[in-house]
């Protein structure tokens, strides 16, 4: 091996001792901001095996099945919520069919409406009407046959039956959780790591005291947003509580208890395993097993709820099988990001780590495996390091090549013989960052300068082909465009120091985005404090409305989730505004032709900032417009705001504030919406007395509410006799109006 005599090879020896002390350090350091990038690696590994091999995807027959909500069922059955009578039907006819346990991937924390006792209450409370007893004694007869609630009930007290309930780290209760986990060998929950979570969202006293038992359904994803692990556990108060499936397992396998082993890990104790039914299942420091992916959405066997209902389902597809009901059709569903699947049925979340439990097979990285990765650094970086400088340049990207692909290999192997997970990244990095200092000396000094240039010379049009010099064709489409602006940070930055304000714009619009994204929107621009993104376009989506009113619905719940970071920061509250509305608009490359742009153009977008603006001024964090919200009154609640003309439109526009999503909507939430809608139509009839009865009545309600105060005053400026014969009800908004409330 001839050396290179054209330049001494000590600094390159130096250079590569170094980045492997400083990589053995990263990979050992429990620094917070080193671990978090160690961590953010080694998920995109872990990602990647899924991705590559999927070693849980056995031949054989399956115990579970999966029940699924999905779209023909909601065309068949109607929109979601349905009726209870109609779920207890499903139970029943999935008990008929032999299943041995029925777990259902929902809650139900309020009573359903009867309609019965819901006409008698009426009639009884209505002014000059008195209704006889004969009719009272009818409706209350009718009653019991009416009754959602006792009808579920009675099915899940002959079943097997586990109801799903949510908990979170904080807030205030709703509805009853299931029976608490009976275990033995643990120590008090709040001397382990279990998370301890103080808010529940269970079900309607009835149903939950009829039931076999409880599991919880919530999820929590890693900080990228993907869900990896599953928690089994979690404590509330004094007691533990199980997941649906630890609960759906531990009734099939007739476990009357689980065993919750501990161990010492500084000031809290670990949970190192479980045991129930002779099954050992270890777990980590928190109760949490990796989810073992089968594979992608699908692979468990499903059977639409229509079909059970209508008795098309044979029952050897059921009989002796654990069932899992859950909603895969868009509005119900909750879809996750995992490692397989960016939109990954919740539902098939837990059948996933059902049937891990059932056959203890889950993804675990050994005892070893963090020195055998240390002991991989040592010994190859000491090579790279030592004998790359002197070999020729072919020969470093030989060695080089080898080291990296018996790493990726040997990895790749164990997983997919036992599906043991070993650290990866940092080595792998090592070996990719040493063979590049030795065979590209000069890219260190290169890079930057071509990064640069490729800023200065545009933004990146991510559906333009790589090489491709012609801009993509504009063209009509129908999309939705969202605005959004963190009301007050122009003001702020006049008196942020420039590095405090980046950090605080980087902690406010990376969220935003990443809700934009998650729900298939595409980014438009930053422009100040404000964000522009749409709908539809490139990729062609059928429900751009829906999934912009879901981000947008998203970006509201993470805007409140930084409320309180920037108060604990000592900074003032910075509102967001949204708004929203679809219809034609130009999309394509638009620009100049040295700095051309993917954007739109448009009424749809003028119309969606002007909406934005609105926000402050009725006291919504959202605005929408009455064709953005089409199609889904029966996913999503929304409350009516105004009737307004805009420069451009003969007719008023209607505008909503999306809510929530309907099925999570409180018998309150509904009652006051329903309530508003009574008083803006007395409103509209020009029946002053009457709105403002109801109005004063709403705000007695809720005091704070802007849209209340804000209808009040107009009908007190409102003067009769100058109102022209064609008032419509509709509202022209004052130049400037829109920034009140910033």
Sequence with gaps: MARDTRKPPYLSILLGLSLVALSLWAQQTEAPEVRELRDRLEHVAYDLRFRLIQPFARQGGEPVVIVAIDEPSVEAEGSWPWPRAKLAELVARLSEAGAMVVGLDLAFPEPERNPARAVARDLEAAPGVDPSARVLATLSAAAPALDGDRTLAAVLAEEEAVLGYRLAPSGAGLGELGPALPVTGREDPAGTAIPRMEHHLGNASPLQEAATSGGFVSVFPDKDGVLRRYHLLLAQEDALYPSLALEMARLYLMAEEVRV????????????????????????????????????????????????????????????????????????????????????PRVEVHANVLRGLLEGAFPRSPSWAEGASLTFMVLAGLLLALALPFLRFWARWALTGALALVLVAGNLFLWAQWQWTVPVALPLALVVSLGLINVAPGLGSALPALLRLRTLGGRHDPVRRPGSTRRRAAEHQDLTVLFARFRGLTPLSETLPPSELQELVDELFTPMTREILAHHGTLDTYLGERILAFWGAPLEDPHHAGNAVRAALAMREEARRLEFQLQRKGLPDLEIGIGLHSGPVVVGGLGSTLRPAYTVLGEAVDLGERLEGLSGLYGASIVASDVAREGLEGEILFRRLDRIRVPGREDPLTIFEPLCPRAEASGLLLAEVERLEEALAAFWRREWAEAEERFSELLGASPEEPLYHLYLDRIQAIDPTEMPADWDGAYRPAAGEHARGC
Excluded: K, N
């Design 261 to 344: 082993a501990t161990a010492p890990a500084g000031a809290e104790r670990r949970v190192d395993h479980l045991s129930m039914a002779g099954l050992r299942i270890p777990t980590g420091r928190a109760g949490e097993v990796p989810v073992p992916y089968r594979g992608l959405r699908g692979s468990f066997p499903y059977l639409s709820a229509t079909e059970v209902l209508s008795g098309d389902v044979p029952p050897e597809r059921v009989e002796g099988r654990m069932v899992l009901i859950g909603a895969t059709a868009p509005g119900p569903a909750e879809p996750q990001a995992t490692p397989v699947e960016t939109a990954f």
